[in-house]
């Protein structure tokens, strides 16, 4: 299983960016769909997840400005970012967690950084 990630890039402080994550199979073999990041420094933590029921969680720092989805077509899952702050700079990791085998899976990173 493979995750691919892309859409990171320079962006100024309020600006938007979508992220997305390719997976090398269906999603439909994934219980959980997510979003991690890792801040220059610190621990990774999660920024959002998506289950297969259709719930969304998110980080208390993301709500309201972050929104994740799936498309159980194409195999990606999205993260649309807004008014984006320095604090969110960090590389973006999706993630998923295979229903079946109930291991995780990680892509391998993207780095967004929010220029003040």
């Known amino acids: 299983v493979q995750l691919q990630a892309s859409g990171g890039g320079l962006v100024q402080t309020g600006g938007s960016l979508r992220l997305t994550c390719v997976f090398s199979l269906s999603v439909t073999n994934f219980d959980v769909l997510g979003w991690y990041r890792q801040p220059p420094g610190k621990q990774r933590a999660m920024v959002a997840t998506?289950?297969?029921?259709?719930?969304?969680n998110y980080t208390d720092s993301v709500k309201g400005r972050f929104t994740i989805s799936g498309d159980n077509v194409r195999n990606k899952v999205h993260l649309q970012m807004n008014s984006l702050k320095p604090e969110d700079t960090a590389v973006y990791f999706c993630?998923?967690?295979?229903?079946?085998?109930?291991?995780?899976?990680w892509g391998q990173g993207t780095l967004v950084t929010v220029s003040s």
């Open positions: 998506l289950t297969s029921g259709g719930d969304a």
């Open positions: 993630y998923g967690r295979n229903r079946w085998d109930r291991r995780h899976y």
